[in-house]
């Protein structure tokens, strides 16, 4: 019997590790246990998402919560160490680019326990984002990288990561949401909140350059709130930028837009319920950028670059700003993009994480 432990920190990683679960249950000789390190708490961003994706409680909850970077990084190092001495796991998997993802490699790679990270390769060239910092650190010492897309292996091999270590299994996230399908598409998320469907946009925003600093997120509120007298607007508002909005003086400037309805984070299959029916995304999301590019949904990301350019080549992903957001955006309201079609990004990476572990363990790999 080998026991894996997966790590799961912040909202993201939630809906990657779900179908990695479901698709190790298939295993009787796998004992798949669930690590939370308390990085996101709140039950808007947590606990919502074990219900929506019907993960199993975790066995660990290691209740970090926020902090700075070196406060939460240390504290998830501290506790997950503990768990890694008394567990002796395997294998512990690791996803996306988040500040436990980071923390709980550099503990099993000083434990010598292997590693695997699913969504590696990923990058954005931009090392102000701390999860830049998070991806490379983390793909420099694992010992098995699961990439969604060429770019990722490129990136990687171009790092110096032998090539037996990585494989290409697709998209994690497209499989939580045909997974869920049946779900988000009984959940009719824009009638409940009296939204005519494809007659709205959805947006979400956290990153700190967007929201950190009074600046931008004044010119980012200034734009919205003129993009909504074209087209009402939903907006889930993440905790950092609720607090931030308050700091700077910009909640009741924001209420006062009537076109603008500003509701509490969603939960997995209400959220994406609400993709399905909008007419366009702004995001700075990286998530959104990819199950928008999935489903053929305009996307308008408030950034200066992504790391995950394939959904700009192949998917229906724009960078923007605050300056050219409405000009960008009318042009998308006009037409429609055709649904893309990007390869292995098919709701059947699960699977193939699975059978890449099989054959690794039958051929003594790890
Ligand atoms: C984190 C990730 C980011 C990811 C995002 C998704 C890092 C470096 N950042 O950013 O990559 O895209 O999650 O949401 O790992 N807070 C709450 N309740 C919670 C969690 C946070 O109120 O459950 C508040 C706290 O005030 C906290 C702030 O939000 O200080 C930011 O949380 P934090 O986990 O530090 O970063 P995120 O911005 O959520």
Known sequence: MKKIISVVGARPNFMKVA????????????????????????????????????????EFYLGVGSGTHAEQTARVMVEFEKVI????????????????????????????????????????????????????????????????SPDGDEHLLAEGIAPEKIERVGNIMIDSFELMRPRIDAANMAMRLGREPHRYGVVTLHRPSNVDAKGPLTRIVDELIAVSSELPLVFPVHPRTRSRLAEFGLQSHLESASQIQLV???AYIEFMSLVV??????????????????????????????????T???????????????????????????????????????????????????????
């Open 85 to 148: 001495d008394r567990e002796h796991p395997d294998l512990v998997i690791v996803v996306g680019d988040v500040n436990s993802t980071i923390a709980c490699s550099l503990v099993a790679a000083k434990a010598l326990v292997p590693i695997a990270h699913v969504e590696a390769g990923l990058r954005s060239f931009d090392r102000t984002m701390p999860e830049e910092i998070n991806r490379i650190a983390t793909d420099a010492i694992v010992d098995l990288l699961w990439t969604p």
């Open 312 to 366: 700009i080549t192949e998917g229906t992903n724009r960078l923007v700003n605050a300056e050219n957001l409405r000009g960008l955006l009318r042009s998308a309201l006009d037409s429609r993009p055709q649904r893309p079609v990007i390869a292995l990004w098919d709701g059947k990476t699960a699977a193939r994480v699975a059978s890449n572990l099989k054959r690794r363990a039958e051929s003594g790999a790890n």
């Open 19 to 58: 179908p990695v679960h479901n698709a190790l249950k298939q295993y009787p000789d796998i004992r798949h246990l669930i690590c939370h390190t308390g990085q996101h708490y709140d039950e808007k961003m947590s606990k919502v998402f074990f219900e929506d994706l019907e993960l199993p409680q975790p």
């Open 264 to 266: 509490e984070p969603m």
């Open 277 to 310: 029916d909008c007419a366009l995304a702004i995001t700075d999301s990286g998530g959104i950028q990819e199950e928008t590019s999935y489903l053929g949904i305009p996307c308008f990301t408030l950034r200066d670059n992504t790391e995950r350019p394939i």
